[in-house]
């Protein structure tokens, strides 16, 4: 499942059927400020390369597919495109809120042609030097990063020269275990490495989680919440019922792939509007609402918006987002305008439920419903903000890392802080095993009390 969700979101295959046809008026080389790579378009079919300062390569995984072709309006009949004039192109992927800029250029750089020598280390460099260019944590460290890169380098340096005495498959499980530590030293939280061949990934999240989070977490929790809720609709990763008390309660497990084969496109949104559609007429009921985001690991931002703009239309805002482009200065984080369609509802009582899993796009719905007057009970979320960016090595290993800082509403620098609760509560697995959720029982009792009454 989680390589599935990888190959998915690094876009490997984000190809579909000719709609409207390739064109020929985009034909030329396009830089894209901000993400490192260009595109290479001839006769409407374009290549893909990733760059650093050294390395140029054509790469599978990436902010676009490997290959593919533009048409009038759309990358793929998939992403929107938009020329702004003659030299300047715009594109935005359905779970994003922004776009991206493309910039005409001349010709590529000439080290796009030359090979890169294949070697542990150079491996590793491309991965450094793209922690370097793009990381959004790199200001905030890198004293403490240059010093471990060097202690790196010098292992794979002595990985490299007794290469020929091991076997290929132990030499490529020793690197990587080394990148997985440099990345576990770099402390990003959404930064992760997968190669197919080794049938290994690793996460930080989820090496992080493993300390944090109780065993079968999800699975118990599902368990444990039948004795509290009575589901009226459920699609994938979106729950909406009631508690046994009279409280609305929506379960959201991602930001996304509300249907089956569509991950943020037209079908998903149209789920998340039914569902918001229904919770608005419960709320005739009751007007009082919890809002779950303990699984929420994130997904798009638009989704996050919608839902934000559903239970505050007026007053709901996301942290801002910057992104870190050439010679390390950061730049806006386009807003995107789109929210949800007005509903006829008013919740006075909102509370949400968070934890250590609640991560990027369930995070800024999280801080924005604070800022707006919710209440949040349960444990500090992850505090990864960021977008992630999935780049490749010339070994065809993928990784990702946080290329983005998010600012609150008072400047203050959000990545690595989490959204803290009002009313901290933790869950232990004695607990579950009793089929209790406490965290839960806490929003029942304050709604139950009035407490939270304006």
């Known amino acids: 499942m989680i390589l599935a969700s990888f190959v998915v979101f690094s876009c490997v295959s984000c190809v579909l059927p000719f709609r409207d046809g390739p064109v020929l008026k985009y034909d030329g080389i396009w830089s894209a400020e901000g993400y490192g790579f260009y595109l290479v378009v001839e006769n409407g079919i374009f290549t893909r390369y990733q760059f650093t300062q050294s390395s140029c390569f054509v790469a599978a995984a990436g902010y676009l597919p490997q290959t593919g072709y533009l048409s009038n309006t759309s990358v793929n009949d998939w992403a929107e495109l938009h020329p702004i004039t003659e030299n300047v192109l715009k594109i935005r992927r359905p779970q994003d809120s922004h776009f991206i800029e493309l910039v005409r250029v001349d010709s590529l750089p000439g080290y796009c042609n030359v090979s890169l020598v294949d070697t542990a280390l150079s491996q590793f460099v491309v991965l450094w030097e793209t922690v370097r260019e793009r990381s959004a ?16 380098v010098n292992r794979l340096v002595e990985l490299d020269l007794v290469m020929s005495l091991i076997d290929d498959k132990t030499t490529e499980n020793i690197l990587f275990d080394t990148i997985k530590e440099f990345l576990v030293e770099l402390g990003d939280g959404h930064a992760f490495l997968m190669s197919s061949e080794l049938e290994r990934i690793f996460t930080f999240q989820q090496d992080r989680r493993a300390h944090v989070v109780p065993r079968n977490y999800p699975e118990r929790l599902e368990v444990a919440l039948k004795h509290y809720i009575d589901v009226e609709s459920e699609k994938p990763n979106i729950k909406l019922g009631m508690t046994r008390y009279g409280h609305v309660y929506l379960s959201v497990i991602e930001m996304g792939r509300f249907r089956q084969g569509d991950a943020y496109g037209n079908d998903s949104m149209s789920v998340l509007q039914n569902i918001l559609q229904k919770a608005a007429k419960l709320s005739r009921h009751s007007d009082s609402i919890i809002v779950d985001l303990r699984l929420n690991e994130g997904g798009s931002l638009l989704f996050s918006e919608v839902i934000g703009r559903f239970l505050y239309p007026e007053s709901f805002e996301q942290p801002s987002l910057f992104y870190r482009a050439e010679g390390g200065d950061f730049f806006i984080y386009q807003r995107f305008e789109k ?37 949040l009970i349960g444990q500090t979320s992850a505090g990864i903000y960021s977008p992630v960016m999935v780049r490749s090595l010339p070994n065809g290993w993928f990784f990702g890392i946080s290329n983005h800082i998010a600012i609150g509403s008072h400047n203050e620098r959000l990545e690595g802080r989490g959204v803290q609760p009002i009313l901290e509560i933790t869950t232990h697995t004695k607990q579950l095993k009793l089929e209790r959720d406490v965290v839960l029982e806490a929003a029942i009792q304050f709604l139950n009390k009035g407490s939270l009454v304006k």
């Open 137 to 152: 944590l790199f200001d905030a460290k890198q004293e403490n990063l240059e010093s471990i890169y060097k202690k790196y």
């Open 339 to 375: 929210v949800s369609e007005t509903f006829s509802h008013r919740f006075n009582n909102i509370i949400v439920l968070l934890g250590p899993r609640t991560g990027s796009a369930a995070e800024h719905l999280a801080y924005g419903l604070k800022a707006s007057g919710a209440m």
